[in-house]
């Protein structure tokens, strides 16, 4: 079974030119981390968000340090694993950003990012304050974007590409199963404490996205928007590859969830 989610329905009144900055930057500094080689080790540990570091643990000693701990958890958020760490995360900023930044407005996007990914950086080094073990990725900070995405466009459908073996589709499913789905996944792998991913940052971030999009989105901007297509709307994939673009201006019949 594959599934893939790929854009969302969601039109924008400006061009969402924080969201590509960002984009922009995590990529370039991944290859500026691979330009590194084996010095890309210690190029992790010196800018990636390390626990003992950040609280001044006797685990930090001998570590690298180039700029102050805390600005760590800042540039940790721009530090990536490898290429389908960087591709997962670059992913669900593409198709989400560009609707929150929309609704908090640019300047306000900067500071909604970094905080979420502060907040993430400090659920995750709560677990425990001594570990030497560093913390990279723009995941938390992307958390907090779906966290604030769902609240302000839960009923938005994310288009998405099913296939079973041979069989391809493109189906609208509506943000809240998306990021609902996500979010549940990341508490069901809580436990698996060697897989190298920071699931709390993660629900950290999402919470931290939730709680601040009310006092960060524009006045006249509300909450639970309605949706612009059809939940659950099914095409086939067109010969070619080709997958068919959402036709707003076409008369539709309203969805289960509108009035």
Same mark, same amino acid.
């Given at each position: 079974? *594959?599934f893939f989610p790929?854009?969302?329905?969601?039109?924008?009144?400006?061009?969402?030119?924080i969201?590509?900055?960002?984009?922009?930057?995590c990529?370039l500094? *991944?290859f500026?981390?691979i330009?590194?080689?084996a010095?890309?080790?210690e190029?992790?540990l010196?800018?990636g968000?390390?626990?003992a570091?950040?609280f001044?643990?006797?685990?930090?000693?001998g570590?690298? =340090?180039?700029?102050?701990a805390?600005?760590?958890?800042?540039s940790?958020?721009?530090?990536h694993?490898?290429?389908m760490h960087?591709?997962g995360?670059?992913?669900y900023?593409?198709i *989400?950003?560009?609707n929150?930044e929309d609704?908090?407005?640019?300047?306000k996007?900067?500071?909604f990012?970094i905080?979420?990914?502060?907040a993430?950086?400090l659920?995750?080094?709560m677990v425990?304050i001594?570990?030497?073990?560093?913390?990279?990725?723009?995941?938390?900070?992307i &958390?907090? $974007?779906?966290g604030?995405y769902?609240?302000l466009?839960?009923r938005a459908n994310?288009?998405?590409? $099913?296939g *079973?073996f041979?069989f391809f589709r493109?189906?609208?499913v509506?943000a809240f199963?998306v990021?609902g789905?996500w979010?549940v996944? =990341?508490f069901?792998?809580?436990g =698996? $404490?060697?897989?190298? $991913? &920071?699931?709390?940052?993660h629900i950290g971030?999402?919470m931290?996205?939730?709680?601040l999009?009310p006092?960060f989105k524009?006045?006249g901007?509300?909450?639970?928007d309605r949706?612009?297509?059809r939940?659950?709307?099914v095409t086939?994939v067109?010969?070619?590859?080709?997958?068919p673009?959402?036709n707003?201006? =076409?008369?539709?019949?309203k969805?289960?969830?509108?009035k």
């Open positions: 079974m *594959f790929f854009r969302d329905d969601n039109p924008t009144s400006a061009r969402p030119y969201s590509y900055m960002l984009l922009g930057l990529v500094l *991944f500026w981390q330009s590194l080689g010095a890309q080790r190029a992790i010196a800018y968000m390390v626990p570091r950040l001044g643990s006797e685990a930090a000693y570590l690298p =340090q180039v700029i102050p805390w600005m760590t958890t800042i940790s958020m721009f530090l694993g490898g290429f960087l591709a995360n670059m992913l900023l593409w *989400f950003a560009d929150v609704s908090i407005g640019r300047g996007f900067i500071l990012y905080i979420c990914g502060i993430a950086a659920t995750q080094a425990d001594h570990s030497a073990v560093p913390m990279i990725g723009a995941s938390g900070a &958390a907090g $974007v779906l604030a769902l609240l466009h839960p994310i288009r998405c590409l $099913v *079973f041979i493109t189906i609208n509506p199963l990021l789905g979010l996944l =990341q069901m792998s809580l =698996q $404490v060697d897989s190298g $991913v &920071a699931y709390l940052a971030g999402f931290a996205g939730m709680a999009i006092f524009k006045p901007v509300k909450l639970f949706p612009h297509s939940a659950f709307e086939p067109r010969r070619g590859g080709h997958i673009q959402i707003r201006a =076409q008369k539709r019949k969805g289960p969830w509108e």
